[in-house]
């Protein structure tokens, strides 16, 4: 299984940005989706998630400039971020956990980073 990870690049404070993740190969379902950032010298951080009924979750600070949508049939997910500021800056990692072998037995795999970069 493969996450493809895309959409990054530099955009001024305010702007806007969309990360999509594709999920490839043999898997069986897909739980919950979402992505996770880390800023330089910062640890690893949860942005936002989706489960795969639809339930949505925020961190504080991006509540009400990103949102967060997948595709079960295509199992992609996105995050679109608006106003965005330069506290934002990070890599930008999407992750999905996913049953591949046995039902309801599910992995956390991640895609690879995409950098984000807010800036003037």
């Known amino acids: 299984v493969q996450l493809q990870a895309s959409g990054g690049g530099l955009v001024q404070p305010g702007g806007s940005l969309r990360l999509s993740c594709a999920a490839s190969g043999r898997l069986l379902s897909i739980n919950a989706m979402g992505w996770y950032r880390q800023a330089p010298g910062n640890e690893r951080e949860l942005v936002a998630s989706i489960t795969s009924g639809g339930d949505t979750n925020y961190a504080d600070p991006v509540k009400g400039r990103f949102t967060i949508s997948r595709d079960n049939a295509k199992n992609t997910v996105s995050v679109q971020m608006n106003n965005l500021k330069p506290d934002d800056t990070a890599v930008y990692y999407c992750?999905?956990?996913?049953?591949?072998?046995?039902?309801?037995?599910?992995?956390?795999?991640w895609g690879q980073g995409t950098l984000v970069t807010v800036s003037s």
């Open positions: 992750y999905a956990t996913i049953a591949t072998l046995v039902p309801n037995v599910y992995n956390t795999h």
